[in-house]
């Protein structure tokens, strides 16, 4: 519970200021070896600045209490000397680069490929409430198996995924995720756990589905 997919990555010897702010409710992102300690507050941006002198590990967590989820806020941070620094920045813009230039394309994914995305990024953004068994945890989180709106048209289930459920849980993915993210998503719940609508659905398709609400 105290690991991270993606650790802050930051250079010792340079002055570092953070920004906080929040898409959700307060957080608190503290790491008690750096000395900083700021909420996180939706539609503000806060600030802090730590000097890190020695390289290695440092461990924090969320200190303010945030949800259901608050026991699982940790935070890593990794302080390498600058050079290591400046390559693990330049690796991250070429990384970026390279799913930007994939989800833009117009390629035609093969079904296999987009379910093989999706099922990895379902079980990081969406099985904390849905579940990884697609069973979710009713009446809470509603099943996405046997959903009505999994195995409907895919306009429908677009329109949940890109926009949430205004007023419940469920988020708005549209500013979250690219193309190429949602359609892998949507591709595997409708093929997963004996959905079986057969067909994926392809960046494209997301792409026509934001343009529809956005009226830009
Ligand atoms: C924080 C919890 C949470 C997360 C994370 C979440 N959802 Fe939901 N989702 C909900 C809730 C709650 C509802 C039911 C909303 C309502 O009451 O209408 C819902 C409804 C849905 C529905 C409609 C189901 C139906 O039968 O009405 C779909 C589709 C869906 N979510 C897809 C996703 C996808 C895709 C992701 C990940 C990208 C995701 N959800 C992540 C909470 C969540
Ligand atoms: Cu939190």
Known sequence: MRAVDQPLVLPVGRRVRFLHTSADVIHAMWV????????????????????????????GQCAELCGTWHSRMPVVVEAVPPERFEAWVAEQRAAMARAAAEAASDRTWPLAELMEKGRGLYNTKCAACHQINGQ????AFPPLKGSAVVRGPVAGHLAVVLD???GTAMPAWRDQL??????????????AWGNDAGAAVQPRQVRAARAGRSGS
């Open 178 to 191: 690219n193309d190429l993210e949602i359609a892998a998503i949507v591709t595997y719940e409708r093929n």
């Open 164 to 166: 949430g459920r205004p």
């Open 32 to 59: 008690p070896a750096l000395g900083f300690k700021k909420d996180a507050i939706p539609g503000y941006v806060t600030e802090t600045w730590a000097l890190i002198e020695r390289a290695g590990t440092y461990r």
């Open 136 to 139: 979710g945890l009713p009446p």
